[in-house]
């Protein structure tokens, strides 16, 4: 069901168009008839209580679950589609490879290899050699070689991890080890890019200088955001529009101020007594 | 098991009836379905220690089929060597001795099990998954040396001491034979199953095992001694796996230091064809690994029998890894 | 890790320039080695050194004195070969359960093709035709007769093709499933090599027959296929009546497998391998190709098991069914597992120890136990008794290995995550050290959940 902008946003301006996304985990209905539209260059937030199927929204995106019904598209490809009569979803390394990147709730870093490697590791995708120029050492795969290491490293300078390019990223700080989750992200030269509780676990200075961040993000590459946030003031200070989702269904979408003030997202905050997970 | 699945279940063995009466003639069907039926109810023996030992720490405990094996060589040296049990001895003293063979036997087995659980697997309890995997494969191999040891590389023999009368000529039944030992086999082998059966759904200790396969953290929480249910689940398949020994070596009369292999694929594969962790489960795939052994022998060559009951492993764990009957020990012992 | 720091021109002459410049540069390469980690680099020159030379050395000295003095616990020639037959599939099988995290138990099912590939390719098997290629045997000679640099590539695409089918049932499945697929492939394959020795097959269709197979012999069985025709290089042949030829052309193939892992390591695959195997589905998130990825995982491991296979069987000369047991599977397993998981260098040293105790130190002591206490069991047929305690006791004490990298060292245990952290200057944290990454290597039944994800 259309809500808000939703809809409204002429097709060129749109990045992720949804229609009636729908996810059934046996007999329960975690994600039901979302509609969603992400302009290109925005920052949205994707908020609601526990439960509300954020983040199974999140993966039906990135290609990791398959809706029970609806479609998706990304940048004019479809990500999500009807086949016959079976959806049918891309896999999660072709929608990466398209240009949606992401982090995680519970920070999932390769934790035995180096930042710096973690970082190549996203930009696996983009890279060319294949395995027998690997086993060759050919020129093309030693310059790309290098080319990755540049662009990694530029990625951790990015996120002012340089100095720690070998720690293991088990070794990192927990607050580091965010970082270095956008970073990976980042090396997959996302478009959209979707965080996922990116200041959980911080403190205000370092929340600031998350929400700070993510705005660069924006302004300086350009990127379209997608954020699943509890922190209302980041919520509130950042996005440029806001959905909120409560048992799988959309009940409201606007920017900040038409949210603060919509009494269904009210209740379905206050009214179930939720407290932040 | 649920009354759809028993009905499904009793319609497939139906409708097999007949379609291995057309295909085969009655007589070679019926006596192959005999044959298979007595080595399935051995095979399932083996079988429950696998789905009980996986049900409650998800391990495939490699070794069990070799526990069995040991198991076959004890019953082997008490009956033959020590204890010179023939056919022409008398009925009451042979199932005397058969009853202390079975119990020193199982005893022996159980105890083994529960040592090797105390030595290879307690301590990687909280080691990655792969690893007790990987300490049972070496316990395999070193039990079955240990029987190499014991018994040189050469099959080892006792006399047949059940006779060959065929029980169905006093039915006036021609053509298909089932034998004394084919009897025996049942008479063992299903008690055994239903006490099995009565064990984990009635009692504490059953339940505990329950509980600790479903969650081994909350049940610890929930005041069960994991350590302790571990150890018990350990002893029965011990018990089970000495039965099966004893059964074995009875009805086969010949027992070889790398038996376990054989019988170890087929009561594995018939574990996991039933649903690994779910005890009927067990019980129904090993009958119908012995049909597979028993009709592959007959019907196309031994040669290739353990390639088919691979293929069958195979097959299970990538199109349909929980099995025929598919549940948890935990949820429907 | 050496990092090139300079672009190389492209195209062959590029390269071409750039293994110049890298041979020019190896003299002060090996000086900042031998700087930055003085015992290690003095230990493997040294054993380089001593691999060249002990065939000769062995020939001169050791074999006569053990012939005519006292024998000697010291490999032969015939050893030294299997070492480097083994080292070969070591380096092989580490690169599927090394790098990638894929428990494989049936790893001798591309030995075996490897070496029926030489069987089939290279002998008078199939004596009714009779095709010979640029081979030293001579025009209408009954077979199949191609060179040794026609089979070994030939044999690497047939492992790796089989590498392939047989890994791709186990995508989707966990470790210890996975690992048992594997042990069933493994054991069907020498099945079928046993089994096709006398092939009766009729198949027509109404009344026309289409194929008629009458005893066919393809695969010899047990009896299996002999002879075999030995590699052959100008002239020099490489089997095993051939003195120390064979010895250094094993040295060489351990060499090139060598190289090849090191340049897989060190490359977008191997950084894919082990994102896979810390966390297969953040792997797929970053833009991997996991079916992609670990279905090269295995064709590559498993070529590296074809041509240890074809070398053997041309080195041996012979082929049979008995010679690929599941047991080999778990010897080059062993191999991997008490070298040191995840290191190329490790399963090297695993693999020469053990084929030397294997084929050498135990019938050596068998020898000595005889001559001593005759009734007293031989330790040769109890290899593997010995070999499942160590992998009883390694499980337990050291699940890494000797020589793990440093990666796997840290996933498999405390200590080797307390090594592995000093090795780097790491302070080691001894509170809250968890050693399994979610997600390590096993995925979920159902594919398509990430395992972590709870706010639904």
Do not use: C
């Amino acid at each position: 069901m259309a809500v808000g902008l939703t809809g409204s946003i002429p097709d060129d301006q749109v990045l992720v168009r949804a229609r009636g996304v729908t996810k059934r985990f046996g007999g329960l209905l975690a994600v039901n008839n979302v509609d969603f539209d992400i302009p290109r260059t925005s920052i949205v937030s994707l908020i609601g209580p526990n439960g509300a199927g954020k983040t199974t929204f999140f993966n039906m995106i990135t290609g990791a679950y398959t809706p029970t019904q609806g479609e998706i598209s990304f940048d004019g490809h479809p990500i999500v589609y009807l086949k016959g009569s079976k959806v049918k979803s891309r896999k999660p390394h072709e929608v990466t490879a398209l240009g949606i990147g992401r982090t995680f709730q519970n920070i999932r870093l390769f934790g035995t290899m180096s930042a710096l490697d973690n970082v190549r590791a996203g930009i696996h995708v983009h890279l060319r050699s294949h395995w027998w120029d690997s086993i060759l050492r050919t020129p093309s795969m030693l310059n790309e070689e290098l080319d990755t290491i540049d662009a990694a490293m530029g990625l951790l300078e990015l996120v002012g991890l340089e100095d720690r390019a070998d720690t293991w990223a088990r070794n990192l700080p927990y607050g580091d080890q965010r970082r270095l989750e956008i970073a990976r992200a980042l090396g997959t030269r996302p478009k959209l890019l979707l965080l996922d509780e990116p200041t959980a676990g911080m403190n205000a200075s370092e929340t600031r200088e998350m929400t700070d961040f993510i705005r660069k993000l924006r302004t300086e590459l350009g990127l379209t955001v997608l954020l699943i946030e509890h922190d209302m003031r980041v919520v509130m200070g950042i996005s440029d529009r806001i959905t909120v989702l409560d048992h799988g269904e959309v009940i409201a979408e606007g920017t900040p101020a038409d949210v603060r003030a919509n009494p269904k997202v009210i209740e379905a905050y206050l009214g179930r007594g939720a407290a932040e997970a | 098991m649920r009354s759809s699945t028993t009905v499904r279940v009793i319609v497939a063995l139906l409708v097999f009836q007949v379609v291995g009466v057309l295909a085969f003639g009655p007589e070679a069907f019926f006596q192959t379905e005999i044959i298979g039926l007595s080595n399935g109810l051995i095979f399932a023996l083996v079988a429950l220690g696998y789905t009980l030992v996986y049900g409650i720490i998800e391990l495939i405990n490699f070794a069990h089929g070799d526990v069995f094996m040991l198991g076959s060589m004890m019953a082997f040296l008490l009956i033959g060597p020590i204890f010179a049990v023939t056919g022409a001895t008398p009925i009451l003293l042979k199932v005397g001795i058969i009853l202390l063979v079975l119990g020193l036997t199982m005893l022996a087995t159980a105890t083994l099990n529960v040592s090797i659980e105390r030595v290879a697997y307690k301590p990687l309890r909280n080691a990655p998954k792969l690893a007790p995997l990987i300490s049972a494969i070496g316990m395999s191999f070193v039990l079955q040396n240990v029987g190499l040891l014991l018994a040189g590389p050469g099959n080892k023999s006792i006399d047949n001491i059940f006779g060959t009368a065929n029980v169905l000529t006093a039915f006036g039944v021609e053509g298909i034979t089932i034998n004394v030992q084919q009897i025996f086999v049942a008479v063992v082998t299903v008690p055994l199953l239903i006490a099995l059966t009565w064990f984990v759904r009635t009692t504490r200790q059953g339940r505990a095992m329950r509980a600790t396969a479903q969650d081994p953290d909350t049940a610890g929480l929930m005041g069960v001694d994991v350590n302790r249910t571990i150890a018990v689940t350990f002893l029965i398949a011990g018990l089970l796996a000495g039965a099966a020994g004893v059964v074995q070596i009875l009805y086969n009369n010949t027992t070889v230091w790398n038996l376990g292999f054989r019988f170890g694929l087929n009561s594995f594969t018939a574990a996991v064809l039933g649903g690994i962790g779910n005890l009927q489960g067990a019980v129904l795939g090993a009958i119908v690994i012995g049909f597979v052994n028993a009709f592959s022998d007959r019907f196309l060559s031994a040669n290739w029998t353990n390639a088919i009951v691979f293929g069958v492993l195979i097959a299970i764990l990538v199109f349909r890894p929980t099995g025929l009957l598919g549940q948890q020990l935990a949820d429907r012992a | 890790m050496t990092a090139e720091t300079e672009r190389v021109g492209t195209g062959p002459v590029g390269w071409i320039g750039h293994l110049v410049d890298s041979a020019a540069a190896f003299p002060g390469h090996y000086g900042r080695l031998l700087a930055a980690n003085r015992t290690r680099t003095i230990v493997l020159t040294v054993l380089a050194i001593v691999a060249l030379t002990y065939p000769i050395v062995y020939q001169q000295v050791f074999a006569p004195f053990s012939r005519n003095v006292f024998p000697l616990p010291f490999p032969d020639e015939t050893t030294v070969t299997f070492m480097t037959i083994f080292a070969i599939m070591a380096i092989g099988l580490n690169i599927v359960a090394g790098f990638a995290g894929l428990l494989d138990l049936g790893y001798v099912a591309f030995y075996a093709l490897g070496a029926y590939t030489s069987a089939f390719f290279a002998s008078p098997h199939f004596g009714s035709v009779s095709i010979v290629l640029f081979a030293n045997v001579a025009d209408g000679f009954p077979g199949i007769h191609l060179p040794f640099w026609l089979i070994l590539p030939l044999a690497v695409i047939i492992a790796a093709t089989f590498g392939a089918l047989l890994g791709a049932p186990t995508l989707r499945l966990r470790g210890d499933y996975l690992a048992i697929v594997t042990l069933g492939f493994g054991e069907i394959v020498p099945i079928f090599f046993k089994n096709l020795a006398a092939i009766t097959f009729t198949f027509s269709i109404g009344g026309a027959t289409i194929i008629s197979l009458q005893n066919v012999n393809l695969t010899g069985g047990p009896l299996g296929i002999n002879p075999i025709d030995p590699f052959i290089i100008f002239g020099i042949g490489f089997g095993a009546t051939s003195g120390i030829a064979a010895v250094y052309f094993g040295i060489l193939l351990t060499i090139i497998a060598i190289v090849v892992a090191r340049n897989l390591e060190r490359s977008r695959m191997g950084r894919a391998w082990g994102a896979i195997r810390e966390d297969e589905t953040a792997a797929e998130m970053m833009g991997v190709n996991t079916v992609r990825t670990k279905l090269l995982a295995f064709a590559l491991g498993a070529s590296f098991a074809g041509v240890a296979g074809a070398f053997q069987a041309s080195y041996l000369g012979a082929t049979t069914s008995d010679f690929f047991q599941f047991s080999t599977s778990i010897l080059v397993l062993i191999m991997v597992i008490l070298g040191g998981i995840g290191n190329i260098w490790g399963v090297l040293a695993g693999a020469l120890a053990l084929t030397y105790i294997d084929k050498s130190f135990l019938p050596w002591l068998g020898t000595r136990v005889q001559a001593v206490a005759p009734d007293f069991p031989n330790p040769t047929q109890f290899n593997f008794l010995i070999f499942g305690i160590l992998l009883v006791a390694m499980m337990r004490f050291r699940p890494e290995g000797f020589l793990p990298s440093r990666q796997r060292a840290a996933e498999l245990s405390v200590h080797g995550l307390q090594d592995a952290e000093e090795e780097m200057g790491v302070e080691v944290e001894t509170d809250n050290i968890s050693i399994a990454p979610h997600g390590q290597a096993e995925t979920d039944r159902s594919a398509e959940l990430p395992s972590e994800e709870k706010d639904l």
